[in-house]
């Protein structure tokens, strides 16, 4: 196993572990592994649990929200466990390191007919990382986010325990689950259920399945090591469609019809960017076509269809919803060939990347900037309403920013881009105002990102104290000294 001693060692010869898509700066540790197998891991948090070692749990490091950024201790990161293979029941056993453009390359050469269907937009994420966050992404809004697609995990706890579990085995009933390696669990009662798409904290649902407590606890609760991944079955026709309405109106109004159109349309992800994000694209262009000139905002639509009759239907329906909210079918993008499917994915990929080195250029003279990213959701009924108060919110400190994001599930994105130190500031204000603008319409302060070292502090706005003592006894249960992500304590 690869592994490296001393804090400049790690700072010369690691210095990718120390740095993710959140632009956290600060980030440093005395060592740092790779194991490769779950052995290896066992061995290694053993011995660091001994010794007293607090262990940040590295994957992908796309991550937004600084969770894998340590603060001390050590890292032990999942890039070298890349075992992958189809099981006999067809589901997928994929080590923590592989990443979903591995795992998407795998499935389609070895799994025909089959897909995985958690697409969190960044394919070097890792199946790890994934679980690690619960991350959604566009087709969540018809598949939900990754924890429906995990069947098993492997889990190297806190001290060094192996845990093998799989869905349906052991479940939690009136909040209280006995397992054998574990014990007695008991989750705290919540003062309101959590929102459907929620990343902040631990999952916590009276009668939940104990794997689903490990899906979205950030690295706080055990190393993943193997997933047990289920699979799809592939549509005959999937079509991407970007739709530019002229006018805020016409594009609530699309909006409003697509969500509850249900079947035949059947929607597979139903996104925005707003009037921001095109001047932003048009601003900073890349390789890709600009938006058209006169549009306000853009509608990524995704559909998909199981026959030819069904296609038909389904692009003809649309045309009708596109006339009758007065969006032209004549400016929208897309299609169900591969070309066109895969522009739009590029567009939509684009803007968060955009975004992403746009910080990282501000950086350059103001070196602790870093994202500043709303991920609330609400009742995605109420969208158009969280959406007008976090724009006025930022409009209002006078920030550069940008609004987009997984509109069907009621979820966005408002991207501060602040360009020196003072409008920084406002940035963090404007970001806590925002999620606490979710909260109070009953959503989630984050949809999918989860909280990280960034926003832990957010936990506060949507839980009561009690609520989160009980999510710290949960901890303490699995994890009596806190050693597994440092940094990640409310
Ligand atoms: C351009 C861009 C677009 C994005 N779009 C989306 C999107 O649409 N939807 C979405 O959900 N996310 C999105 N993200 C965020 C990011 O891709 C996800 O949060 C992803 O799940 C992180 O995976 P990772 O492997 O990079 O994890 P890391 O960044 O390495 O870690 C994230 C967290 O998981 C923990 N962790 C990592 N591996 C393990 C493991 N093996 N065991 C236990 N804990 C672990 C870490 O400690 C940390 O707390 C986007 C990021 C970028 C850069």
Redesign the pocket.
């Known amino acids: 196993m690869r592994s490296v001693t001393g804090r400049e060692n790690v700072s010369e010869m690691c210095t990718d572990l120390l740095q993710?898509?959140s632009n956290l700066s600060g980030a440093w540790c005395e060592a740092a592994a790779w194991p490769e197998n779950t052995n290896e891991a066992v061995e290694y948090i053993s011995d660091s649990s001994r010794n007293g070692i607090p262990l940040?749990?590295?994957?992908?490091?796309?991550?937004?929200a600084g969770?894998?950024l340590p603060e001390g201790g050590a890292v032990i990161s999942?890039s070298a466990l890349k075992d992958i293979r189809r099981l006999d029941n067809g589901n997928i056993s994929a080590g923590?390191g592989v990443t979903i453009e591995e795992l998407n390359s795998f499935v389609s050469k070895n799994s025909e007919g089959f897909f995985y269907p958690p697409d969190?937009?960044?394919e070097t994420?890792?199946v790890?990382?994934?679980i690690?966050?619960d991350?959604?992404?566009?087709d969540s809004f018809l598949y939900g986010a990754t924890r429906k697609w995990v069947a098993g995990l492997q889990i190297v706890l806190p001290g060094g325990k192996l845990l093998s579990i799989k869905r349906g085995l052991h479940m939690f009933k009136n909040r209280i689950c006995t397992h054998p390696v574990l014990g007695t669990l008991q989750l705290p009662s919540l003062r309101r259920e959590q929102p459907p798409k929620n990343a902040a904290g631990y999952h916590m649902r009276g009668d939940m399945d104990l794997i689903d407590l490990f899906i979205g606890s950030?690295?706080t609760l055990?190393?993943?090591t193997e997933a047990e991944l289920k699979l799809a079955p592939e549509p005959q026709y999937v079509i991407d469609l970007a739709v530019f309405p002229e006018k805020a109106e016409s594009f609530w109004e699309l909006f409003a019809s697509l969500l509850h159109a249900g079947e035949p349309l059947r929607i597979r992800a139903l996104e925005m960017m707003d009037d921001r994000c095109l001047d932003f694209l048009r601003s900073h262009p890349g390789e890709l076509p600009l938006p058209p000139v006169n549009a306000a905002f853009c509608l990524l639509l995704r559909a998909e269809a199981d026959s030819d009759e069904h296609l038909e239907n389904i692009l003809v329906t649309l045309d009708e919803m596109l006339i009758a909210s007065n969006s032209s079918p004549e400016t929208a993008w897309g299609g169900f060939e591969p070309s066109e499917r895969k522009r739009i994915k590029d567009f939509r990929?684009a803007l968060?990347?955009a975004v992403?080195h746009c910080i990282t250029e501000s950086r350059r003279e103001y070196p602790s900037i870093h994202k500043f990213g709303s991920d609330g959701a609400v009742e995605p009924s109420r969208l158009e309403e969280y959406y007008v108060r976090s724009r006025s919110i930022l409009e209002e400190k006078g920030l550069p920013f940008v609004i987009f994001g997984h509109a069907g599930d009621g979820h966005i994105h408002a991207n501060a881009l602040p360009e020196n130190s003072s409008q920084m500031l406002l940035a963090d204000c404007a970001m806590r105002e925002i999620a606490a603008a979710a909260v109070e319409m009953g959503g989630t302060v984050s949809a999918?990102?989860?909280l990280?070292k960034m926003k832990l502090d957010y936990l506060k706005l949507m839980y009561s104290e009690n609520e989160i003592r009980g999510m710290e006894t949960i901890r303490r249960a699995i994890d009596p000294d806190c050693l597994m992500?440092p940094g990640l304590e409310s």
């Not at 991350?135 to 566009?138: D, L, N, R, T, Y």
């Open positions: 993710d898509e940040t749990v590295s994957g992908g490091l796309t991550g937004i969770g894998a999942s923590a969190p937009t960044e994420a890792s790890g990382g994934t690690a966050t991350a959604s992404g566009a950030e690295g055990g190393f993943i990929h968060p990347e992403n999918e990102h989860g990280g992500g």
